[in-house]
T-cell receptor
Framework: DGGITQSPKYLFRKEGQNVTLSCEQN?????MYWYRQDPGQGLRLIYYSQIVNDFQKGDIAEGYSVSREKKESFPLTVTSAQKNPTAFYLC??????????????FGSGTQLSVL | GDSVTQMEGPVTLSEEAFLTINCTYT??????LFWYVQYPGEGLQLLLKATKADDKGSNKGFEATYRKETTSFHLEKGSVQVSDSAVYFCALTHSGTYKYIFGTGTRLKVLA
């Protein structure tokens, strides 16, 4: 089955530690996204990537970093500079290529908590 | 900038009741409009979408009509089931962009 796989489902971060969230897709989509979801709030865009080796900051990129070395993979690193990292993180993809009205396909999320 | 406003929840209904979740938007031009559903501990799934004025999106008994004159995209279902309990998000995007604007979500609880 085609889809997006996020791992791990639960992740705990210690003070001063960097952690990396994995996102893999086998939908052959060009565009990939990372969103942060806090309780009672909508989704906020952290980073997105339109093609391999290219990515752009979203609305809340500070304290996060990404890479896009392969089309299928878009890992997110939560650095120690992110002072409030506890949230549910969602990876998504879309066909890309600037087509209009595209739907987003989402992974099942990673819940990050601080120890 | 663009924005999406949803009614606050939770919305609590009895099984087989009629559902309306309001969504209004502010945007330039003609965005595409979406409803996504999120079940506990899961990611979002597309429920339905509409890409131009007066379009009606429908899926699994849910419907929403793109109303340009009232800038609205209200979600409706004639008879809800317990399995419809979830959080519903209204969202918009513009053609050729990678920016999606989501509402804050409305939690629906359906009681047997």
């Amino acid at each position: 089955d085609g889809g997006i796989t996020q791992s791990p489902k639960y992740l705990f971060r210690k003070e001063g530690q960097n952690v990396t969230l994995s996102c893999e897709q086998n939908l052959n989509h060009d565009a990939m996204y990372w969103y942060r979801q806090d309780p009672g709030q909508g989704l906020r865009l952290i980073y997105y990537s339109q093609i391999v080796n290219d990515f752009q900051k979203g609305d809340i990129a500070e304290g996060y970093s990404v890479s896009r070395e392969k089309k299928e993979s878009f890992p997110l690193t939560v650095t120690s500079a992110q002072k409030n990292p506890t949230a549910f993180y969602l990876c998504a993809s879309s066909i890309g290529k600037g087509r209009g009205g595209e739907k987003l396909f989402f992974g099942s999320g990673t819940q990050l908590s601080v120890l | 900038g663009d924005s999406v406003t949803q009614m606050e929840g939770p919305v609590t209904l009895s099984e087989e009741a009629f559902l309306t979740i309001n969504c209004t938007y502010t945007a330039t031009g003609y965005p595409s409009l979406f409803w996504y559903v999120q079940y506990p501990g899961e990611g979002l799934q597309l429920l339905l979408k509409a890409t131009k004025a007066d379009d009606k999106g429908s899926n699994k008994g849910f419907e929403a009509t793109y109303r340009k004159e009232t800038t609205s995209f209200h979600l409706e279902k004639g008879s809800v089931q317990v399995s419809d309990s979830a959080v519903y998000f209204c969202a918009l995007t513009h053609s050729g962009t990678y920016k999606y604007i989501f509402g804050t979500g409305t939690r629906l609880k359906v009681l047997a």
